[in-house]
């Protein structure tokens, strides 16, 4: 129970602490305040927890013998509470993205398709509990065809991330974690918009009965509008199941929704699947499709990647 008051805890101050940041985010200090909250929080959650790896950290990494299992954000949507262990690192990429979308609501004459090269997310474990993440998209080329063709090439936007693993990091039948995040907007070509945005995800993981596995997230993102006079918020919900195939083959089955408060927004979903094959302890390949369910969803999006932790 003591768990459970801490988690929403740190929920509530950590949108708290967002509705601060977007609300000063043009001020030229608020990155300097952001990791000064995070820091904060981490401090606090770590004397929560008492676990025999707490004193291994960035600069005293964990011993190779007392690491975790391999555990990534990719290749579903919803995201792992497990960290990376301390003064350990881990790239998480995709060789290629592609995405196709025609038929949208504002335009049903348009079709747009986009290709992002090589994009990641470098992870650092900072301690037993706590890791950082740097999500980056260096290429994206986006073509639109019908009402109004455009072609548009360069790097993307850069999104930095703090996973804070509540429990379940070194074992049991749950695992939760919170993971506030900010977008700067680094984006060029007009490949996004050039705000500051954030939020805050929330992942949950349980182990079922038969070697089943279930994940669940929940996050809220806080967005500018399309016509750039405020934010609103998107509340995305993801559940997942993923079960072994054969030796070191799994595959995994998904649901994906994101819900906008924003004037005229269309519901977002998705139904995705794709598997995993780990080549050894710490590299793993992985391949999947997105596929959409609703006329505001892209259509179609196939990828495959690879995960690399040293």
Known sequence: MKCIF?????IAA????????????LKINFI???YLAVAVIV???SNVQAEDKAAYTLRNPTPVALMRELST?????????YTVDAGHYQLELSFLDYSYDHDIPSDPHQRVTSYTVLPFNFKV??????????????YISEHTRGTGDSDKHGFGDVQTRVKINLWG???GDTAMAVMPFVKFPTNGANLGNDDVEGGIIVPIAFSLPHEWGMGVMTEFDFNRNADNEDYHTEFINT???GHQIVGNLNGYVEFFSNVSNEAKADWVGTVDAGMTYLLNKDVQLDAGVNVGVTRSAEDLNPFCGLTIRI
């Not at 801490?6 to 740190?10: E, L, M």
């Not at 950590?14 to 985010?25: A, V």
């Open 6 to 10: 801490t988690a929403f805890a740190v």
């Open 14 to 25: 950590i949108r708290n602490f967002f509705n601060l940041l977007m609300k000063y985010c």
């Open 32 to 34: 300097r305040k952001f």
């Open 43 to 45: 401090s606090s959650i």
């Open 73 to 81: 954000d990719r290749p579903d949507k919803t995201e792992s509470p």
């Open 125 to 138: 474990g900072l301690f037993n509990n706590t890791d950082i993440q740097f999500v980056v998209n260096p």
């Open 169 to 171: 990091n070194d074992g």
């Open 239 to 241: 559940i997942t199941f």
